[in-house]
């Protein structure tokens, strides 16, 4: 069975924290993705990375980094959380097909940042 | 740009009753790929479908059928006799032909399905 795990159901921080989100998948996925879903917004892309150490923008990247040292997993990083950033976080991986592949999804992680 | 439009926010139905999920899409792209996904409450978003640009057959999986119209750039999805577990947050997705082009997600239509 497919899994995309990420390290938190629930997180609390204070602003100025710097946060670690971690996403592990156990697919061999080459590409891997972070979303933020807010209500009436849907998701929104973040970042996303296509092989280890490699890296893009996706529609809102600002007040965020990310790593991939590992093809299995993605970290998302708040350097300084604000509270404009308490949201639910999804990770999501798929593989590198001619054609758009289905993303798998890990349940997400809700942050608040107080 | 792409773009993706699910104009119902919120949708309740009682069980039994057919429902039709709506999406609008905006692509320059002639080749792409539509996409449904399904987030039930434990918030794991689950794919449902792909279709691509080419192919305006509609589909029918059991309950679920999706009905693909180019002319209109819809591609709307309908559940026929809703059951209380089809309760959910469901999203329309848009890709282009690159298959490392992220998706480009609706704002997800919120379905309630009442006992």
């Known amino acids: 069975d497919v899994k995309v795990t990420q390290s938190s159901r629930y997180l609390v921080k204070r602003t100025g924290e710097k946060v670690f989100l971690e996403c592990v998948q156990d697919?061999?996925?080459?590409?891997m993705f972070w979303y933020r879903q807010d209500p009436g917004l849907g998701l929104r892309l973040i970042y996303f990375?296509?092989?280890?150490?490699?890296?893009e923008k996706g529609d809102i990247p600002e007040g965020y980094s990310v790593s991939r040292e590992k093809k299995e997993r993605f970290s998302l990083i708040l350097e300084s959380a604000s509270t404009n950033q308490t949201s639910m976080y999804l990770c999501?991986?798929?593989?590198?097909?001619?054609?758009?592949?289905?993303?798998?999804f890990g349940p997400g992680t809700r942050l608040t940042v107080t | 740009a792409q773009k993706v439009t699910q104009a119902q926010t919120e949708i309740s139905v009682v069980e039994k009753e057919d429902v039709t999920l709506d999406c609008v899409y905006e692509t320059r792209d002639t080749t792409y790929y539509l996409f449904w996904y399904k987030q039930p409450p434990s918030g794991e978003l689950v794919f449902l479908i792909r279709?691509?640009?080419?192919?305006?057959q509609n589909e029918i999986s059991g309950r679920y059928s999706w009905n693909f119209q180019k002319s209109t750039s819809s591609f709307n999805f309908t559940i026929t006799a809703s059951q209380v577990v089809d309760s959910a947050v469901y999203f329309c997705?848009?890709?282009?032909?690159?298959?490392?082009?992220?998706?480009?997600f609706g704002k997800g239509t919120r379905l309630s399905v009442i006992a």
């Open positions: 999501a991986s798929s593989l590198p097909t001619v054609v758009p592949a289905e993303q798998y």
């Open positions: 279709r691509n640009s080419f192919d305006e």
């Open positions: 990375s296509y092989d280890v150490k490699m890296k």
């Open positions: 697919m061999d996925h080459e590409n």
């Open positions: 997705a848009l890709s282009d032909l690159s298959g490392n082009t992220p998706l480009v």
